[in-house]
């Protein structure tokens, strides 16, 4: 499975961190973004795939361990501050927070649709294998 990880460019001083996102850095037009953060160290989120959304998946601060599974592989990548990861469609991808000032930043290719997630993994397995 190839994975693109990306540093996106952190700057940092007394005032405080800065990390700058150019839409031209990414595989798509984004139209969506949300961040993830006040879970419980050790918790998981995400565990689905989608059918037609891309996204990034950018570290703001802490630590965060994403699983990424093709159908066949699956490949395990830890975040710091300003790593990112990009997570194709048709993915399965699970988020575990591992520092209580976890925070993440999700850039998406789609707008939110409902009909769009797999949340069963069995599901997702027999879809890739099509």
């Not at 599974?69 to 975040?79: A, N, Q, R, S």
């Not at 999700?106 to 009909?115: A, D, G, Q």
């Amino acid at each position: 499975m190839e994975t693109k990880i990306k540093n996106f460019k952190l700057f940092s001083d007394e005032r405080g961190d800065l990390i700058p996102i150019n839409f031209s850095e990414l595989p798509f037009i984004p139209k969506r973004i949300f961040t993830v953060n006040n879970v419980s160290v050790n918790s998981f989120r995400g565990n689905h795939s989608h059918f037609n959304t891309k996204q990034f998946l950018i570290c703001i601060s802490g630590k965060i361990e994403i699983k990424l599974h093709d159908g066949k592989y699956e490949k395990t990548i830890f975040l710091n501050k300003s790593e990112s990861v990009f997570v194709d469609n048709l993915i399965w991808d699970s988020q575990k927070f591992m520092t209580e000032d976890s925070t993440l930043l999700v850039i998406c290719s789609t707008e939110y649709n409902s009909e769009d997630y797999i949340f069963d993994f069995e599901e997702f397995i027999k879809l890739k294998k099509k």
